[in-house]
């Protein structure tokens, strides 16, 4: 006894308001109007979790710890500096074995890690470890930024969102620069700088179809933080300058000092990151007693350090002090950092390019005539400098301290430093970004090359032959006749209800009726009929065109059938793709 067929007919592309012609549109590499929807609901999202994460920060350590401020671990005994960072860890220690996290990765390099490998799906129980395990970390002074935390919580939020709803890969990823923008615009007000961040460090391409939806999710991220904390700048800066042009030399060689050091900082963060796969009570030990010992000679050091930065701006800190803290807090944070605490390295390369700003800027002061800029003007130019040559990201430096310092005045000479020191780390010690290294240490070639970059851009059901009508493997000449009636474009040979064998050419089986006119009841072997069958696997609907070129250079797959779970165990063929129809959407896109 045959099957019977079960014939698909041809679909137009029409818009329907649902929500699977909703997912149908987000597959396309033009989904604009969808993507700024989509956005806007990642910032609101984005924005209510990372400002959630600074007020517990703020409220534990201002409300409990420090009441003279919540940066003030310089008001605390030594004996609790010491304490501190000791008593933090163990609580991580023993959080994250509950959570049964494992040598998990935070911040940054999980969020590259996670687009490289798993298209932007975000897990759950990292984004917990994260917010609970950021939160404990800086309360404890570990020194970091929370940037990092941010970043990763702003793509884990937008992009359990797009689970959540089932959408297409490619807009996920999408997704999660939205939530990576949004996650620095709302912690620090600087939309300008999360969206050259995430562009430039985090999915490292410039596309309209990209920046459009994350320049609305950082911008909504930002309104949010205005609405709840104030427009303020995250530092109080007078309206400094260079004081005479014959400062470019010594700007110069600033940019030298800071890529030398910036290089070397780098190399000590991988150095640390060679030893991540040690459990981590033993990584967090290290740590914990390194932040421990150095708070307890420069309290200056723990925690994100901004208060450090607003001293050294105005002035506050000898030159034994500026000395003290760029060589504690580059040593701390880069075993933090390195060792995979979940703290971020935005913050410490700002704290760090700061003190030695300062310290440039003295020694400056002093061999020059007197007619020199401020000390604390070199502090933002060695802000945006350690900043940029740390992460090999120029632009997104200088829009950062643009941004948290609101003085425009440091546009031009920052723009030249930051030159200086990025050539003299990328090119004179050849550092990568610290990114970058990191995933190196963990196998991967980050970014993907155009070619696959440009095909994560869409989805499998952007470009899929819905044409298509199912056939079992043996069937009647009447059956195929009534498949053949919706004029499909292929047909999907099963061996049994949604077991897939091949596909067939529709006009294969078309002639062979043709010439042989076969009865009605006549069988019909449409593995034995003259025509060119392609061995057929599967693609989820879901899935990028790189997923689909990924699979189809396999050398037991010739065509994919595009399947969509509409209910558990139940996966439905929507449409079918070839090499031909991705080699046609790379052209027409060339």
Known sequence: MTTRSRAIPRLPFTRKPSLEGFRHDLSSAQALPQLAVLAIAAGLLTGAVTLGFRAAIDYLLGGFLLPAGPESFEALPREERWLLPLAGVAVLVAGFALLRTGNVRFGVVHVMERLSRHQGYMPMRNAVAQFFGGIVALVAGVPGGREGPAIHLGAASASLMGQAFELPNNAIRTLVACGTAAAIAGSFNTPMAGVIFAMEVVMMEYTIGSFIPVILAAVTATLMTHYFIGPEPAFAVAPLQLATLLEIPFVVLCGVVIGALAASYSSLVQVFTRFHGRPFWQRGLVVAMLTAAAGWAAPEIMGVGYDTVNAAMAGELALTALVTVALLKGLTSAAAVGLGMPVGIIGPTFVIGAVVGGLLGLLGSALGSGDAASPGFYVMLGMAAMMAAVLQAPLAALMAVLELTANPNVILPAMLVIVVATMVAGVTFRQKSVFLSSLATLGLQYPP????????????????????????????????????????????????????????????????????????????????IPGVRRDAGDIDYRATLDEAYAKLRSPDVEALCVRRTSAPMIASVRGVIVQEDIDNYRESAA
């Open 449 to 528: 090359d155009p070619v696959r970059a440009h095909l994560q851009r869409a989805g499998v059901a952007s470009i899929m032959n819905r044409s298509l009508a199912r056939l079992a493997e043996t069937c009647t000449a009447a059956e195929a006749r009534q498949a053949l009636a919706a004029a499909p474009r292929w047909i999907v040979v099963e061996t049994e209800p949604g077991r897939v064998r091949c596909v067939l050419n529709a006009i294969d089986l078309r002639a062979h009726l043709d010439e042989e006119a076969p009865a009605d009841d006549a069988a019909v072997s449409l593995l034995a």
